[in-house]
Each structure stands twice: as C-alpha cells, then as structure tokens.
C-alpha cells in the first residue's frame, strides 16, 4: 500500500466515522435531556453495554440466523441457476414457467412464511424455506439476462467455428453471465436474512427474529436493538463475503457503484 | 494467378420482404485481396456473411472450390474477422488467439499459436487482457484467431472501422505485410474508400439496398504497396472514379 491509496481509503472512512460518533453523540445527549425511558429509545450507551453483557447469546443467536440464511441463499440460488439455464434454453419451459415464477415474487414472504412453517415446522427447515423462496427470484432473471445477453459478433464468430451448442454454453453465454450473477448474488444476500428472519417471526425458538420478537415481549428495547444491529452486521458481512468472491471470479469487470 | 476459389452465381437475399441483394454474380480468384465497396446499409455484410455460410441465400448458387493438395494444412475453409474485435475479456491474448484450437476438437492440427502471436506483432503481450490491448492490438489479436486454423479464405467485415485513422493506416499495412506471409485469399469489407484502393487487387463496388453490383474495378497499383503510394497520380485517380461510382448514393 503506498501513500496514496492509504490516504484514499482514510479520506473514504473517515467522513463516515466522523458522521456516525456525531450521530451517536446528539442521541445520547437527546435520551439524556428528554429523560426518555430505556424501553422506549436506550441511549447508545446502554445498547452498546448490552452488545457487551449478551454477546455470547446474541453470537448464538445471529449464527442461528446466518446459518438458516446461507443455507437458503445456497439451496435457492442453485435450484434457480439450474432452472435459468432451462429457461434460457427451451422457449416452450420459459414461456409455461416464467409466469409463476413472477407471481412466486410478487407474492410477499409475510404472507407464506405462516404456512411455510405448517408445512416445515418450527425448526430451521422452514427458515431455510422461507429464505430460499424470497432469494430465488433475482438469480433467475439475471441468469437468463446474462446467458442471453451475448455479443452476436461472437455467436456470429463460435458459428464460423462450428461450435457445438455445449461449447457455446461453456465457453461463451457461462462466462458472460458471471457478473449478472454475482450482482444477484449480492442483492441475495441482504434477502436471505430478510427471508430468515421473518421465519423466525412466525414461528421459532432460536435466532434473531425469535429475539427480537421475545424482547419485544418484555420491553427490553436495548436486546432488540442489539439484535438489529447483529442482523445488519450480518447482512455486510455476507454480502462483502460475496464481493470478496467476486472481485476475483469476475475479474475482467470493473467493480459497479453500490 | 487467375485460378479461381469462388463463383458466384445468381445471388439473391430477402429478409423477409426487404430485398438485400439484387442477383450478384462474381468470381474470386484463389489469394487474390478483393474489397466489397458500398454505401452503409447497403447488405455488405450479408453478403459476407452468405460467403461465410453464417446465412443462407435466397436464391443462387455459391461454389467453393476446395483447396488444392498443396495445401494440407486447410482444415478450415474460412476465417472470420469483424468490426469489433470480439475477444472474450475472461481469457488472455493467447487463450483468446487459441479459442478456435479448443473449439476444433477434431484432428488437432499441429499448429504453434506462438508463430501466429509472432505473425500479428503481439511478442510480449500474450498474457494480457483484452481490456489492456489498444483498439488496434485488439484487432490484431482478433486477426491472429481468424488465422489460427489456416483458413483459405480470410473475409474481413470493416475491421479497421472502428479504429483512429493513424491507426487504420498502419493497420492497413501491417494487414498487407501478414497477408503476403500466409497467402490466403482476402474478402474486406469496407466503405473506405482510401483504404479500399490501398489494399485490394480488385474492388465490387456495390450501389445501395439491393445491392447490385455497380463495377468491378480492377487495380493494377505495383506491389509491395508503399504508403507513399497514397500520394500518386494512379492511386488517386482511382479513388476518384470510385467515388465517381458512388457518388449518387
């Protein structure tokens, strides 16, 4: 690391920094003016000494929800893979499918997750389930999108090749759908612990959805409030996990604006 | 010399109803450099296409006379180079140079893709990235992989067309210097005309959708071709008759 990019990279934390101690700092001073109670809004203070105080329960319990929403994001982006190369490759499939996949998306979780749990149980099955549907959609569209959206100079090149169907598929439509992959992927990834969570909501006895929902219970603002905080560590821990990966699969591409 | 590689009789192409080509009929003779001039749009690269066996023709008849014995190594009949490069940014200057090796699975030919890379000037750039090539040493590799399978026919759609013109004239001789190494006979397309004249034994110049062929222009400019060439009378002279030619389009 040289100079320059040492000095980028502090540029571009540090106004970030500075805004969130600022923030954090006029809250604190507000629930200390206003003497509001903890249940209503705890003071950064206290969400942060009850990060402290249950980090082992709160760890327990953010594993149990990252664990139900990888295993959703993973079963529901390889089922939906396989089922874009079907769609991509046989008009008759996509056209009888694709409406029902819209209407799988158009559809809210909230609204599945009661019978999703009826059918699975309160266990981690249906957090699985209910994580995996609400990821399923964005990986098919852009799979298609990125097995269709080929160069036609370069069909035009493989034809001059007489490159058979498999190879076209290995060596040109997969590569080019890489990077509308990993955008889905990432946008997955934030759905996942959406997915899971709300399984929790409906029906559980583990995880942060099932926290969040018991502290709710007992006015014990500052747990929900940690659990928050976990669910969205959560969420930018997997989807950097997921830009890590990409960075060096979809190498040829300059990273896109978040 | 005269020998003759295609014949083209009757040509005709419709796109559903939109008439393209309007009965074409030429002759190519085997490692000559043939230009197809034209105004844009006017079916240029159907045309080249339809020679490629990419689309099929309306009607007529396209007869490809396959290589004499002399050359054993044709394994295939056509190489294709296009407006766009169209390298895949995934894989290196030499995977791309080699793409049409691993697609030809069949009797890999024992051919050295080093000697092509050599060919094309791209020593020392093998290992990097389309996006790190300039627009003309993308060309170059691109015309390095039409070449790989030593095609009989190389047919060329605008490739300079999208380059600067310092670079389209510096191409325009490093294409010719490739071309008198591997003798293969050249279909370019163009609709520049200065390049056209520079580069070509013969021109089809073509009048506007459909395309009829207007003139077959025969350009009997010395060779090896200098770039001093551009400034002879002959050489202008030319270029002025085929702008003559095209000049109501």
Known sequence: ?258 | MHELIIVIKDLTKYYEHLHVLDNLNFNIRRGEFISIVGPSGCGKTTLLKILGGLIKPTSGNINIFKSSPSQKNDIREFGFVFQNPVLLPWRTTKKNIELPLEIYEKEKPKILPKSFIELVGLSGFENYYPKQLSGGMQQRASIARALILEPSILLMDEPFGALDEITRDKMNIELLRIWTKIKTTIIFVTHYIPEAVFLSDRIIVVSKRPAKIEEIVEIDLPRPREPEMRNSTKYNEVMKWIRELLKEY
């Not at chain 1, 402290?52 to 990252?66: C, S």
């Not at chain 1, 699975?120 to 399923?136: H, L, P, Q, R, Y």
């Not at chain 1, 569209?141 to 269709?148: D, S, Y």
């Not at chain 1, 996990?241 to 699969?249: D, G, L, M, N, T």
Request: with cysteine.
């Open chain 1, 1 to 258: 690391m040289d100079k320059g990019t040492i000095k980028r990279i502090l540029n571009s934390t540090l106004n970030p920094m500075i805004f969130f101690i600022g923030i954090l700092l006029v809250w604190e001073i507000i629930v200390l003016i206003f003497n509001i109670p903890n249940y209503i809004l705890p003071s950064p203070i206290s969400i942060f000494s009850e990060i402290i105080n249950k980090f082992f329960l709160l760890i327990d319990h953010t594993l149990t929800t990252m664990i139900e929403s990888l295993l959703g994001f993973l079963l529901a982006n390889s089922i939906s893979f396989l089922a874009a190369i079907a769609f991509a490759h046989s008009k008759t499939i996509e056209k009888g499918l694709y409406p029902y996949a819209i209407a799988l998306k158009t559809t809210p979780i909230v609204a599945m997750a009661p019978i999703l749990i009826l059918w699975f149980g309160t266990g981690i099955i249906s957090k699985i389930v209910t994580s995996a549907v609400i990821c399923f959609f964005p990986i098919l569209v852009n799979t298609i999108r990125g097995l269709k959206d080929v160069d036609e100079d370069a069909l035009n090149l493989f034809e001059s090749l007489s490159a058979s169907k498999w190879q076209v598929f290995k060596k040109l439509r997969l590569p080019n759908s890489l990077p509308y992959i990993f955008s889905a992927l990432k946008i997955s990834t934030s759905l996942a612990i959406v997915g899971a969570i709300v399984g929790e909501f409906v029906g559980s006895n583990k995880g942060l959805g099932f926290l969040i929902l018991v502290s709710s219970y007992h006015l014990e603002t500052s747990t929900m409030f940690a659990a928050i905080i976990m669910s969205a560590l959560s969420g930018i821990l997997f989807f950097y996990a997921i830009s890590f990966i990409e960075k060096r699969v979809v190498f040829w591409k300059e990273p896109e604006m978040e």
